[in-house]
């Protein structure tokens, strides 16, 4: 059974840095593209970053730009989002999901297998 579990959230304060995980049980996850989304209260969710099989990175929040990245570990079988210089709009809880596909999308609806999120909290 597929599936992804997020992990890594925390409170943190403004200028801070978390590294949230997205690990996988029933999927091979150097296989396909793999999401990372968020959600603020009161907001829809919104793509972050994804990677790609081949690993080439694609960024869907021009707030986010020069601040997060995403990696991926095969041995592990996990991806990785590096989150720097922390702003209190970075509020969210944080999914990972997947395309179940070699590439990237910028619609949501393609993405499946969602985990159960992470809550990440910036504030003072």
């Known amino acids: 059974q597929l599936q992804l579990v997020e992990s890594g959230g925390d409170l943190v304060q403004p200028g801070g840095s978390l590294r949230l995980s997205c690990a996988a049980s029933?999927?091979?996850?150097?296989?396909?593209?793999i999401g990372w989304f968020r959600q603020a209260p009161g907001k829809e969710r919104e793509g972050v970053l994804c990677?790609?099989?081949?690993?080439?990175?694609?960024n869907y929040a021009d707030s986010v730009k020069g601040r997060f990245t995403i990696s991926r570990d095969n041995v592990k079988n996990t991806v990785y989002l590096q989150m720097n210089s922390l702003k209190p709009e970075d509020t969210g809880i944080y999914y990972c999901?997947?395309?179940?596909?070699?590439?990237?999308?910028?619609?949501?609806?393609?993405?499946?297998?969602w985990g159960q999120g992470t809550q990440v909290t910036v504030s003072s």
């Open positions: 990677i790609s099989k081949s690993g080439g990175t694609t």
């Open positions: 999901a997947t395309t179940r596909r070699r590439y990237c999308s910028g619609d949501r609806s393609e993405y499946g297998a």
């Open positions: 029933g999927l091979v996850l150097d296989y396909y593209a």
